[in-house]
């Protein structure tokens, strides 16, 4: 069983949809979570940081974190067709300099 | 921009060969990780250095090795090349020195082993 979890998708939406995106886990050391965006072919992007458990918005972006159930979200409101790529959770134990895990990554399609 | 840059950013080089992949972090980050992204493995980490020494490894091959120079850019050196080493490699960096940093990531370089 991996370390994270994560439904590879493809996810496809409407533009203008609430996408939710999930990742479980499976060790319970794990502090910080983490959104990355992956355009194709590119590097992955930080979208959201959580450190425990809890909520934490940015614009469209809300991340959620229960550590309780080891399961973390990302929902995108109001989705647009620039959104479509490659979602990483990525997690991390007790210090920033520690490796970090990622699931295998969530493909999202908005089609207009 | 993340700030990190890598080069090259596409390899093409034959089984048996080896070849040195190239990362410099953001200015002002003593901390460097590698990640190797295959189709089917998803997102590994291979190893980390800080401020020039070796600092955790992950699933890091024999024939992987790395290194950290004084002005903190890394090599990623791959030996023996396989078909199946071909890959996205990453280099990520962040100070390593506050528990809220987190890893800014460069563009990758693709490397393909025919």
């Known amino acids: 069983q991996k370390e994270v979890e994560q439904d590879p998708g493809p996810l496809s939406v409407p533009e203008g949809a609430i996408v939710s995106l999930n990742c479980t886990y499976s060790?319970?050391?794990?502090?910080?979570f983490m959104w990355y965006r992956q355009y194709s072919r590119k590097g992955p992007e930080l979208l959201m940081y959580?450190?425990?458990?809890g909520n934490k918005e940015d614009g469209r972006f809300t991340a959620q974190v229960d550590k309780s159930s080891k399961y973390i979200s990302l929902f995108i409101r109001d989705s647009q067709p620039s959104d479509s790529a490659t979602y990483l959770c990525?997690?991390?134990?007790?210090?920033?300099?520690?490796?970090?895990?990622f699931g295998t990554g969530t493909r999202l399609q908005v089609f207009p | 921009d993340s700030g990190v840059t890598q080069t090259p950013k596409h390899l093409i080089t034959a089984t048996g060969q080896r070849v040195t992949l190239r990362c410099s972090p953001r200015?002002?980050?003593?901390?460097v990780y590698w990640y190797q992204q295959s189709l089917d493995q998803g997102l590994q980490f291979l190893i980390q250095?800080?401020?020039?020494?070796?600092?955790a490894k992950g699933n890091i091959l024999e024939r992987f090795s790395a290194q950290q120079f004084p002005d903190l850019h890394s090599e990623l050196n791959l030996s023996s090349l396989e078909l199946g080493d071909s890959a996205l490699y990453f280099c990520?960096?962040?100070?390593?020195?506050?528990?809220?940093?987190?890893?800014?990531f460069g563009p990758g370089t693709r490397l393909t082993v025919l």
């Open positions: 990525a997690m991390s134990g007790g210090y920033n300099t520690d490796k970090l895990i």
């Open positions: 060790n319970s050391a794990f502090q910080y």
């Open positions: 959580t450190y425990s458990s």
């Open positions: 200015s002002g980050d003593l901390s």
């Open positions: 250095y800080y401020n020039g020494e070796e600092r």
């Open positions: 990520a960096s962040n100070e390593g020195t506050s528990d809220t940093d987190t890893q800014y």
